[in-house]
């Protein structure tokens, strides 16, 4: 465990570190853009990056040049808040705009200007001057380019005000106008920044790369197991995956940026990796893919790959998002295989797949905007995850094949001490199998004899000299012979439990008719008893339950009110719901029972006291039955009692 938790603070520093280093924004909070105007004449650049955020200038459906600003303000003029897409204004995601934006700054102070990713054509115009160009904007699909890059370019005013116009057009991608912020700062500082992420982005990438290739080569050259080529694959695209991410490296040293091909790379390369992350879980944790699951399987990757090549851009980009539910399907499947608790390794392998899966989607919707590289961070714990638990696997056989050389005799000795346990457990068995026949004899036994007194007492007419006695002595055998048919009956469900064949089959059930054919079926019985009976219920509410097993409880728990409950006092049920279950109370004003003898009344066979089981017929096996049933039927059932006072008991179900 020491090792474990050693590996693990590595992995989770490794990843703090990069989130840190190459993923979280460096941005400081500076002045915010009001009505098109920024200043930052009193603004301290000395260690500080600031986004042009705030209120910019907004044309939609509009391309402005600097010099119809010169003549005077266009129409279709409103503000909008950056970073963000014009969607946010009501507009639709395909079209075309112009951003203006005023920037208040020293005089003849050098600046640089981070141009990040703009959806999904641009131009910027600085002062007048043509500053920035990616793809070509234009007012249909036809007349525009797709061209996403990003640069560092060089700022500067004589009189300090830097106007910038900025044309933006969208046809093919899913993104629109300026969803990144634009940066400015110093020029050492900005630099400084941009090249350190840059470069830590590079190193990771390139440990990654380092990874694949290294499991390329165990590969090829020693241990042919598809798990490693599988991995080494996810490690290859992921290199390539993340190389195009957004403000990645491909960006900015790809002068012509990411262009239609290269965006359909981009989500080709996306969809083939996350199909080969479910290939190594799958083949890592040896699940078994049915056929009909294998189609599905294929199914949710080949449909995006074949929407990449014909669909829009922006329907094959939500159409990946199917790639999603067959990470869900394996990790369902992988927790069912019971095989990640037993090690500490895949749990970890399991916690970085769910970090994957919510986080991936997450920063690439949501937090896209706020994070400088978004997917770096969960691929790296993913990659790192399977690179232990490979490693661990590798060692492990390596260490068992060299436990089992060094270890024979030891391991001879422990197949005979669990031979002789296995012994001692067949011994114990068989000894509890002698004393639940002896059980069984004793409390057939028991109703057995007085059925065969009464029986035989009416065969005297000496004795049963009246019909008053007769009737007397018939009821009594009646009566024995009802407690006998029941101990038949508890004996063929404790059975059938014990050997696993009882079928449960769950159904919703109106809490009205339960409590309705309850009162039918008992309040006669508990009436001729000389006992009042109360059934209530919740009208509107239903219970999921097994309705013919639950006939078996509420029979053993009313049949053991009336023994212990004497003439004139009260059963009653009840069922109402207690948050989200259902809560079935039955409840007497009897005996009760001895607190020492609460925490064994469910225990198969089990007697308050002998005398008291042999006077009423009791065989101790009606509340283990009611547990066990109640139990299979995702209940729970509990028990509050004092003697003099009665028993209550409290059954528990799922309720809507």
Same mark, same amino acid.
């Given at each position: 465990m020491k090792r474990?938790?050693?590996?693990?603070?590595l992995?989770f520093?490794l990843c703090?570190?990069?989130?840190?280093?190459?993923?979280?924004?460096?941005v400081?909070? #500076?002045?915010?853009?009001g009505?098109?105007?920024?200043?930052?004449?009193e603004?301290?650049f000395?260690?500080? =990056?600031?986004?042009?955020? #705030?209120?910019?200038?907004?044309?939609y459906?509009?391309?402005?040049?600097?010099?119809?600003?010169?003549?005077?303000?266009p129409?279709?003029?409103?503000?909008?808040?950056?970073?963000?897409?014009?969607?946010q204004?009501?507009y639709p995601?395909l079209?075309?705009?112009?951003?203006?934006?005023?920037i208040?700054?020293e005089p003849?102070?050098?600046?640089?200007l981070y141009?990040?990713?703009?959806?999904?054509?641009? =131009?910027?115009?600085?002062n007048g001057e043509?500053?920035y160009?990616?793809?070509r904007?234009?007012?249909?699909d036809?007349?525009?380019?797709?061209g996403?890059r990003?640069?560092?370019l060089t700022?500067?005013?004589a009189d300090g005000?830097?106007?910038?116009v900025v044309?933006s057009?969208?046809?093919r991608m899913?993104?629109?106008?300026?969803?990144?912020?634009?940066?400015?700062?110093r020029?050492?500082v900005l630099?400084h920044?941009?090249?350190?992420q840059r470069?830590?982005?590079?190193?990771a990438l390139?440990?990654?790369?380092?990874?694949?290739?290294y499991?390329?080569?165990l590969?090829?050259?020693?241990?042919?197991?598809?798990?490693?080529l599988?991995?080494s694959l996810i490690?290859?695209?992921?290199?390539m995956?993340?190389?195009m991410?957004?403000?990645?490296?491909?960006?900015?040293?790809?002068?012509g940026?990411?262009?239609f091909?290269?965006?359909? =790379?981009f989500?080709?390369?996306f969809t083939?990796?996350?199909?080969?992350i479910?290939l190594?879980m799958?083949?890592a944790?040896s699940?078994r893919?049915g056929?009909?699951?294998?189609?599905f399987?294929?199914f949710?990757?080949?449909?995006?790959?074949?929407?990449?090549?014909?669909?829009?851009?922006?329907?094959a980009?939500? +159409? /990946?998002?199917l790639?999603m539910?067959p990470f869900?399907?394996s990790i369902?499947l992988a927790?069912?295989?019971?095989?990640?608790?037993r090690?500490?390794?895949r749990?970890?392998?399991?916690?970085?797949?769910?970090?994957?899966v919510?986080?991936?989607?997450?920063?690439k919707t949501?937090l896209?905007?706020?994070l400088?590289?978004?997917?770096i961070?969960?691929?790296?714990?993913?990659?790192?995850?399977?690179?232990?638990?490979?490693?661990r696997s590798?060692?492990?056989?390596?260490?068992?094949v060299?436990?089992?050389?060094a270890?024979?005799?030891?391991?001879?000795?422990?197949?005979?001490?669990q031979l002789?346990?296995?012994?001692e457990q067949?011994?114990a068995?068989?000894a509890?199998l002698r004393? /639940?026949i002896s059980?069984?004899?004793?409390?057939?036994k028991?109703?057995?004899?007085?059925?065969?007194n009464?029986?035989?007492?009416?065969?005297?007419?000496?004795i049963?000299?009246?019909e008053q006695?007769?009737?007397?002595?018939l009821?009594?055998?009646?009566?024995?012979?009802?407690?006998?048919?029941?101990?038949?009956?508890?004996l063929?469900?404790?059975?059938?439990?014990e050997?696993g064949?009882?079928?449960?089959?769950l159904?919703?059930?109106s809490?009205?008719?339960?409590?309705?054919e309850?009162g039918?079926?008992?309040g006669?019985?508990?009436?001729?008893?000389?006992?009042?009976?109360?059934?209530?219920?919740?009208?509107?509410?239903e219970?999921?339950?097994?309705?013919?097993?639950?006939?078996?409880?509420?029979d053993?728990?009313?049949?053991?009110?009336?023994r212990?409950?004497p003439?004139g006092?009260?059963i009653?049920?009840?069922?109402f719901r207690?948050?989200?279950?259902?809560?079935l109370t039955?409840?007497?004003?009897?005996?009760g029972?001895g607190a020492?003898?609460?925490?064994h009344?469910?225990?198969?066979?089990?007697?308050?006291s002998a005398?008291? #089981?042999?006077?009423?017929?009791?065989?101790?096996l #009606?509340l283990?039955?009611?547990?066990t049933?109640?139990?299979? /039927?995702?209940g729970?059932?509990?028990v509050?009692?004092e003697? +003099?006072?009665?028993t209550?008991?409290?059954?528990?179900?799922?309720a809507r």
């Open positions: 474990f938790l050693a590996v693990f603070l992995i520093s703090l570190a990069l989130f840190f280093t190459s993923s979280k924004s460096f400081s909070r #500076g002045p915010a853009a009505e098109g105007v920024l200043d930052y004449r603004t301290d000395t260690s500080s =990056v600031y986004a042009l955020s #705030g209120q910019w200038e907004f044309y459906g509009r391309l402005y040049t600097p010099e119809d600003f010169r003549q005077g303000i129409e279709g003029m409103e503000y909008i808040d950056l970073p963000g897409p014009w969607t204004k009501g995601g079209g075309y705009a112009t951003y203006r934006l005023k208040l700054t003849g102070q050098p600046y640089l141009i990040p990713e703009i959806m999904s054509s641009s =131009v910027i115009w600085l043509d500053f160009r990616a793809g904007v234009g007012t249909s036809v007349e525009t380019v797709t996403v990003n640069e560092l700022a500067v005013s005000v830097l106007e910038l044309q057009a969208n046809y899913n993104g629109s106008g300026i969803f990144y912020p634009l940066l400015i700062g020029d050492t630099i920044h941009i090249l350190w470069t830590v982005l590079a190193a390139g440990g990654i790369l380092l990874i694949g290739v499991h390329l080569f590969y090829f050259f020693r241990r042919r197991e598809l798990l490693y599988t991995f490690c290859l695209t992921a290199v995956r993340l190389g991410e957004s403000n990645a490296l491909v960006q900015y040293f790809l002068r940026g990411i262009g091909v290269l965006s359909r =790379v989500l080709l390369l083939t990796h996350s199909m080969f479910c190594f799958i083949q944790l699940i893919l056929r009909r699951l294998r189609l399987y294929v949710c990757f080949a449909v995006p790959m074949a929407g990449i090549c014909i669909l829009p851009y922006a329907t980009v939500a +159409g /990946m998002f790639v539910i869900g399907v369902v927790v069912r295989t019971k095989k990640i608790g090690d500490p390794y749990l970890l392998y399991l916690c970085s797949m769910v970090t994957f919510f986080y991936g989607p997450l920063s949501v896209e905007g706020d400088f590289v978004p997917g961070v969960p691929n790296m714990f993913l990659i790192l995850s399977q690179c232990v638990m490979l490693s590798y060692a492990q056989a390596h260490e068992e060299e436990r089992v050389n270890n024979l005799e030891g391991l001879v000795e422990q197949r005979t001490a002789n346990s296995a012994n067949l011994a068995s068989q509890a004393e /639940m059980n069984i004899s004793h409390d057939l028991t109703p057995l004899t007085v059925l065969n009464y029986l035989e007492l009416l065969g005297d007419e000496t049963a000299s009246s006695e007769r009737t007397e002595y009821g009594i055998a009646y009566n024995k012979n009802l407690d006998l048919q029941r101990l038949i009956h508890n063929f469900e404790v059975t059938r439990m050997g064949t009882t079928v449960y089959h159904e919703w059930v809490a009205y008719s339960l409590m309705a309850a039918r079926k008992y006669d019985l508990v009436c001729d008893k000389g006992l009042s009976f109360h059934a209530e219920s919740n009208d509107t509410l219970l999921k339950i097994d309705k013919n097993k639950i006939w078996s409880v509420l053993n728990l009313i049949y053991n009110a009336l212990y409950t003439e006092q009260r009653s049920l009840s069922l207690n948050g989200d279950r259902a809560e039955v409840a007497d004003t009897g005996e029972i020492e003898h609460l925490p009344i469910f225990e198969r066979f089990y007697k308050v005398e008291r #089981g042999e006077k009423d017929g009791s065989s101790g #009606g283990y039955i009611v547990k049933t109640v139990e299979a /039927m995702d729970t059932v509990s509050v009692s003697p +003099g006072k009665g209550t008991f409290t059954l528990t179900f799922p």
